[in-house]
């Protein structure tokens, strides 16, 4: 019986181990841009913060001027009308004001603004070096590059659309790859599973390498598991539409159609109501500290929209949303992160679950090893798959050198 058993596992074993390899050298190279590109997107607000501080951070001087009259100030200084502020309270911070001129489509320019002076930082349509680099990134992480391509590669499919497919099986691939992995992992002899958690740094590179390869991805499993099962999201319709009916997020779009055409009640826009006063109304409901972002109704049918996010190191990356009245900041809706039922939590959570900022600064440091071990893996991997390849080589050329001697 014990030998039956055996048996299966030996074959089970090696099943598992073939499809973890073709899986990992049919997508290696992928992987590696893809995981090198999300390593770094992993701190990509830290990296600009860093590198165009200029724009971020302020030296606290006084008392800050109200966010109204800062609103005031932009407003007659560029000639636009202000749709959008990001507040964040800290007192080395600059803030950010939306601005469109009448007119204009899209969603407008961001202004970075200092709150002690007024004096103007930057806007989002100046390119910084740093913002340059982060979008290769982005772009490399998204569509490996292939946006940036003129010329479209295939008649039948965008150069975009066709990065978002290369990315999207790869990382489907690298997913199986994760889960077979584990299997791989195993020891033959439970009694020696300890022997799968450490490295041993004395042997020769084949066993370091080796041993680098399976402990590594085995701590880091859960994550490159999380990463790599969002991943998809991104590439895939019949993957997101999988993952919001899972997680009870999904609409459908005769859903959204119907949403779109209810009757609207139509507001009075106040004019008394400044931005400070929606700063305080928000503070009072959501007592707690975080950045406030704030969407101005513009038309008589629309709302006063903010957001709030909690900051601190193991901070949450989900926000509490409140719909004001335009008229008197009457509360129309709350949605409160906490309030959500918890499949609803992890289905607004998917981009935060992918980048690692589900849980602050904490998570985003854990993300950012687990990407790291997941650009080596392919590496390792290979090199693994080598020395095994040249291996069999080495022991079959005695028996054929014999058996032409023979003859």
């Avoid at 979008?135 to 039948?156: A, T, V």
């Amino acid at each position: 019986m014990g030998s039956s058993q055996s048996s299966i596992w030996k074959i089970t074993r090696k099943l598992f181990n073939k499809i973890h390899l073709y899986a990992g050298l049919t997508c290696g190279l992928i992987v590696i841009a893809v995981c090198f590109s999300g390593t770094l997107y992993v701190y990509n607000t830290e990296i600009r913060e860093f590198f165009d501080a200029e724009l971020y951070f302020v030296e606290q001087s006084g008392q800050r001027i109200g966010a109204e009259e800062l609103k005031r100030i932009l407003e007659i200084r560029e000639e636009s009308e202000v749709t959008g502020l990001n507040w964040n309270a800290e007192a080395d911070r600059s803030v950010q004001f939306t601005l469109k001129k009448e007119g204009d489509e899209g969603r407008g320019n961001t202004f970075y603004v200092n709150p002690y002076s007024g004096e103007l930082l930057g806007n989002s349509s100046d390119k910084t070096a740093t913002i340059e680099f982060m979008g290769y990134m982005f772009s490399l992480h998204r569509w490996l590059l292939l946006d940036r391509i003129e010329n479209p590669i295939l008649e039948s499919i965008g150069n975009r659309d066709l990065g978002r497919f290369i990315n999207g099986v790869s990382t489907m691939l690298f997913l199986l790859g994760v889960a077979t992995g584990i299997v791989i992992w195993i020891p033959n002899k439970v009694k020696n599973w300890k022997q799968g958690l450490k490295i041993k740094w004395s042997g020769n590179w084949k066993r370091v390498n080796h041993d680098v390869h399976n402990t590594l991805a085995f701590y880091s499993l859960t994550l490159l598991f999380l990463m790599a099962a969002t991943g998809p999201f991104w590439s895939f319709n019949w993957y997101r539409e999988g993952y919001q009916k899972t997680f009870d997020t999904y609409q459908t779009e005769a859903q959204k159609e119907a949403e779109k055409n209810l009757p609207k009640p139509t507001f009075e826009l106040n004019q008394s109501i400044t931005l400070d006063d929606i700063l305080d109304k928000t503070n009072q409901i959501l007592n707690f500290d975080g950045p406030v972002r704030i969407s101005l109704a513009t038309s008589s049918v629309e709302t006063i929209s903010v957001r709030k996010y909690h900051s601190g190191f193991f901070a949450g990356t989900g926000s509490d949303d409140l719909t004001l009245s335009p008229e008197n900041l009457e509360v129309l809706e709350s949605k409160l992160f906490a309030d959500l039922p918890l499949r609803q939590q992890i289905g607004r959570s998917v981009k935060a679950l992918h980048t690692g900022e589900i849980f602050g600064q904490f998570s985003k440091f854990l993300w950012f090893l687990a990407c790291a071990v997941a650009t080596s893996l392919p590496v390792s991997g290979t090199l693994i798959w080598w020395n095994k390849r040249k291996k069999k080589t080495t022991k079959r050329q005695p028996k054929q050198e014999q058996e032409t001697e023979m003859a």
